[in-house]
Nanobody
Framework: QVQLVESGGGLVQAGGSLRLSCAAS????????MGWYRQAPGKQRELVAT??????TYVDSVKGRFTISRDNAKNTMTLQMNSLKPEDTAVYYC?????????WGKGTLVTVSS
């Protein structure tokens, strides 16, 4: 069983920065792609960024502002978020994909005030 635990959310002013972390534990065999999703109030969950090996992808709205990274030795993944905007306000979820299945953390709330 895999557990994903997010941390690092909070309240920040527009233009500020936050660093989200995801700690993975359990049987991590077969997990290649990990990512961050977010869900704003009243909206569908959307993909923010993914990392697989040395390859990263980002949704257009965060390109140049967010950076995803992964430390396989520590089983952690981070999302450095800079130049935050009010529209980045959402619950951010850690995701791991394995054998066609999606594994999720419980999420961490990021609130960006204007």
């Amino acid at each position: 069983q895999v557990q994903l635990v997010e941390s690092g959310g909070g309240l920040v002013q527009a233009g500020g920065s936050l660093r989200l972390s995801c700690a993975a534990s359990g049987n991590l065999f077969g997990i290649e792609t990990m990512g961050w999703y977010r869900q704003a109030p009243g909206k569908q969950r959307e993909l923010v960024a993914t990392i697989s090996g040395g390859t990263t992808t980002y949704v257009d709205s965060v390109k140049g502002r967010f950076t995803i990274s992964r430390d396989n030795a520590k089983n952690t993944m981070t999302l450095q978020m800079n130049s935050l905007k009010p529209e980045d306000t959402a619950v951010y979820y850690c995701n791991a994909a394995r054998w066609g299945m999606n594994l999720w953390g419980k999420g961490t709330l990021v609130t960006v005030s204007s």
